[in-house]
């Protein structure tokens, strides 16, 4: 009965309460000729507005258009009671790696074939299919169904702009699989695949092609106000081949490099700019490949740490801090812990700033030699090993919260949480302990500051390649709006967000509780989708075919067109029931 | 059944000798005296408006019964069929039909006795050629015109003391005296015929229709159901009977004729009924 479901039946079905209704109320008389009209003049009787229901009259003309109504539904819907033209399901997989819009001069791209070749497909089945369309990615979605009518089938597909990075199209597959449920499945890509499918016909429209492709895309801060930028180009062709690389920001050429390289070869270009240049967009010559010879670098938010140090001098001193505040990028020092995203202290410090207090007092010292139980796991403790460190802790000092290292029984590192900010109680007494002199001490300062930087609200990075996470730290529940090449999504997050499978595109912006936050770009770079030389035209037909031949299951009914025969009959009867009835 | 010759029927059937009250119109005006040259022929009832001049007191001694005395009426051997030619006489085949075989079948009836002319009346009036009702078709008359019999101008063609039979359905706009007196101006004795399709006289609902009135081109919408009918019955009736009334009253015969009817019907039922036919 699934004739009876599809829209233009159900639309046909429609006038069959359309023409009751329509003789129920019409308002159009019959003329009616008569020899003295002032016999039948009633000023009994006024004629009143609008519509009025009259008698079901049921004429023949009435029965004619009823069954004519019905017909057309009938018709529309594809209505076959015997099964001779029975609608058959399949699901299309559309690969959406970005190298089906490699564009071949005379060709065209193995997109637009894919699609010319389904289009002629689903005309040449007719009204008896329906498709499932599904595309590939590093998360397959649906594009057009399931079961949808081909109308919605040829809609989906000139929306569809491949873009995503190499991928295994192994979960759409099993995706198609499972909407398929044992009926056909056809994949269209732009290379074969390795081995032919049990269940999946493969068509592959790819060609040959020699590309070149930004192979990498950095900006990078120097400080002092200048930024580095670093462009690798990539030959992908067996050949010699030339390219140009043009940087700008806006309508500004900042460079413009020529460059000829041997097959396969690489070049990378770096130059520095100020900092305060917004967006660079890099772009390549036109080849083959569109999307590869484009990126946008925007400028790196600034994400140093601030610290404030409010350690004893000795304290201070004993942990090197003056050498590591010269020695790494990402601190900032400032002279007020309110201004602090961390406070190195004796005593916590005010919530949000993140603090590392360590004990003041030298009184009743114990020291460990080891072996040290710490969570190796934990960002903080990334990289040490404690081997040969000697402890010495304070038997008064308190340490609250989660032992993150501990020597026996006593916790010498813990983390305490207080709402977003964290406080690590370092029960370490330097003075006597060798713990700052060895190779783990950079290392659990540099954690330290990372994660310190991590915790800052903000983007984590803007300059993505596609592919990535784009994250950005939030220690609040905020309403967004993400603005891209495909219009405005909204959502609302409690926490840090993460957007994941974002297009390729320069200019993502992103909005929180109406204010702009970030501005980022997702870069193409992916060798796998550049690298066009091993693409290929291919049909690999499936091991075992589920169903029927297909000439044989879309044969178009022949009792469509019965009614549609009798459809114009009863039109054409109501047509001559209708002129006999004029005088 | 075979469909009766109105010319054949015609010859077994012959129009009856007028007969009238003596002298003057019945009904409630008296009369204007007795015509010497008026021959008995028979008595009927009393009626109101009667000459009381010509009550056979003698007989209502005898029996009771108020009688009027009934003359042959002294007119001219000549008769006048005038056929209304409105549209509306061609509105229902049937009608068209039975309105055709009557006035042959008149014709033929009346040849006999009498010199017969025809006249169609309509915006213009002329004089109908024996020859056209020897054929039960009548060639060359045609029912297409938009005047009505009370707008119908007969200049000269219409003679005196003639016996003038009018056959028309009367269906338009008129008043009864006026009318009756337009047709009788001369006649020696006037005979109305009203001839009424089924759909005229027995109308059936038939819904919403647009009523147009076949001369004017005049419409109206109404609800043609049951309630309408009977109005438009009663007011048919109200025409009728008013016709009726009124011919009665200038001593003219009146008849309504059904279509459903056959010819023979028509002439064995209500026209032999009305003293207009006498079989031969």
């Known amino acids: 009965m699934s004739w009876f479901t599809t829209p233009w039946g159900l639309l046909g079905f429609l006038a069959v309460p359309a023409v009751v209704a329509l003789h129920l109320f019409h308002r159009k008389h019959q003329n009616f000729p008569v020899a003295g009209l002032f016999l039948w003049e009633d000023t009994q009787f006024a004629e009143t507005a609008g519509a009025r229901r009259q008698p079901l009259r049921r004429t023949p003309s009435f029965w004619l258009e009823v069954l004519a109504a019905l017909l057309a539904g009938l018709w529309l819907s594809g209505f076959d009671p015997w099964g001779n033209g029975k609608t058959e399901h399949w699901v299309v997989v559309l690969d959406d790696s970005a190298s089906m819009r490699a564009m071949h001069a005379s060709e065209g791209s193995p997109q637009e074939k894919a699609i010319r070749y389904l289009s002629d497909e689903l005309q040449e089945k ?123 920001h806006g309508e500004q050429i900042l460079a413009q490099k020529d460059i000829t390289q041997p097959a396969d070869a690489r070049t990378t270009i770096q130059l520095s700019i100020p900092s305060r240049l917004g967006a660079i967009q890099v772009e390549l010559k036109a080849d083959a490949l569109g999307v590869d010879n484009q990126a946008v670098l925007h400028p790196i938010p600034d994400r140093r740490v601030n610290v404030f140090f409010g350690l004893s001098g000795e304290t201070h001193r004993q942990l090197q801090l003056s050498k590591a505040e010269n020695s790494f990028s990402g601190i900032r020092r400032v002279s007020h812990a309110a201004d602090a995203d961390l406070v190195l202290a004796h005593v916590p410090a005010n919530p949000p700033s993140w603090s590392l207090v360590l004990p003041l007092e030298e009184n009743d010292l114990e020291a ?142 992103l909005h929180r509780d109406k204010s702009l936050a970030a501005i980022f770009s997702v870069n193409f770079v992916d060798p796998s989708e550049s690298d066009l030389r091993d693409r290929g035209s291919l049909v690999q037909a499936p091991q075992k075919e589920n169903i029927a031949p297909a000439e044989a299951r879309f044969a178009e009914s022949p009792v469509g067109r019965w009614i549609l025969l009798f459809f114009l009959l009863a039109v054409l009867a109501d047509w001559w029931v209708l002129g006999r009835r004029r005088p | 059944m075979g469909k009766t010759d109105p010319i054949q029927l015609g010859k077994i059937w012959r129009l009856a000798k007028p007969t009238r009250p003596a002298s003057g119109p019945a009904g409630n005006q008296l009369g204007k005296g007795t015509g010497a040259s008026l021959e008995f022929q028979d ?15 003698q007989a209502y ?113 008129h008043h009864p005296s006026t009318l009756v007196a337009q047709l009788q101006k001369g006649a020696g004795k006037l005979i109305l015929l009203q001839v009424l399709d089924a759909e005229e006289t027995q109308p059936s609902p038939r819904g919403h229709l647009r009523l147009q009135e076949t001369e004017s081109g005049r419409h109206r919408d109404l609800p043609v159901d049951e309630s309408v009918i009977q109005r438009y019955k009663k007011r048919l009736q109200r025409l009728q009977n008013g016709l009726a009334e009124e011919a009665r009253r200038k001593n003219a015969m009146w008849a309504t004729l059904s279509c459903k009817s056959s010819l023979m019907d028509l002439a064995a039922g209500p026209l032999q009924q009305a003293g207009l036919l006498v079989p031969r």
């Not at chain 1, 597959?173 to 032919?196: N, S, V, Y």
């Open chain 1, 126 to 248: 007719g009204r008896r299919i329906r498709t499932t369309l599904v595309r590939s990615g590093l998360r397959p979605t649906l594009l057009a169904g399931p079961g949808a009518l081909t109308p919605d089938v040829l809609r989906a597909t000139e929306k569809w702009a491949p873009q995503a990075p190499a991928h295994n199209l192994k979960p759409a597959l099993a995706f198609a699989r499972e909407l398929a449920e044992g009926g056909k499945i056809l994949l269209l890509t732009d290379h074969p695949l390795g081995h032919p499918q049990e269940d999946v016909r493969v068509i592959s429209f790819g060609r040959p092609l020699a590309n070149q492709a930004l192979a990498k895309s950095m900006r990078k801060s120097l400080g002092h106000g200048e930024d580095k930028i670093s462009i690798t180009v990539r030959n992908y062709s067996n050949n010699e081949e030339a390219t140009q690389l043009t940087l700008r």
């Open chain 2, 61 to 173: 001694a005898r029996t009771d019964q108020v009688s009027v005395r009934l003359y042959q009426e002294e007119i001219s051997t000549t008769v006048e069929l005038i056929l209304d030619a409105s549209l509306s006489m061609d509105l229902w085949p049937n009608k068209a039909n039975r309105w055709r075989e009557l006035c042959c079948f008149l014709h033929a009836a009346a040849t006999s006795d009498y010199t017969v002319r025809g006249v169609l009346a309509g915006e213009r009036t002329f004089p109908i050629p024996r020859e056209t009702f020897q054929d039960p078709a009548l060639p060359g008359i045609h029912l297409e015109a938009k005047a009505s019999l009370a707008d119908a101008n007969f200049g000269g063609l219409l003679r005196p003391g003639t016996l003038r039979i009018v056959i028309s359905d009367f269906l338009f706009p």
């Open chain 2, 43 to 57: 008595y009927r009832e009393y009626q109101a408006g009667d000459d009381l001049r010509h009550v056979d007191w």
């Open chain 1, 368 to 509: 460990y030699a080891g072996p040290f139980a710490f969570e190796q796991r934990h960002d903080l403790l990334e990289g040490l090993t404690l081997e040969g460190v000697v402890w010495t802790s304070s038997k008064d000092f308190p340490t609250p919260g989660t032992p993150l290292v501990s020597a026996g029984s006593t916790a010498l590192l813990t983390e305490q949480r207080l709402g977003a900010a964290k406080i690590w109680h370092l029960n370490l007494l330097p003075q006597r302990s060798t713990l700052q002199r060895s190779p783990d001490w950079p290392i659990l300062f540099s954690n330290l500051i990372e994660l310190c930087s991590q915790g800052k609200e903000g983007p984590q990075s803007i300059n993505l390649v596609c592919g990535e996470t784009f994250s950005y730290h939030a220690s609040e529940s905020a309403d967004w709006a993400l603005e891209g090449p495909d219009g405005t999504r909204h959502f609302t997050t409690v926490g840090d967000l993460h957007l994941s499978v974002l297009a390729p595109f320069g200019f993502w912006k």
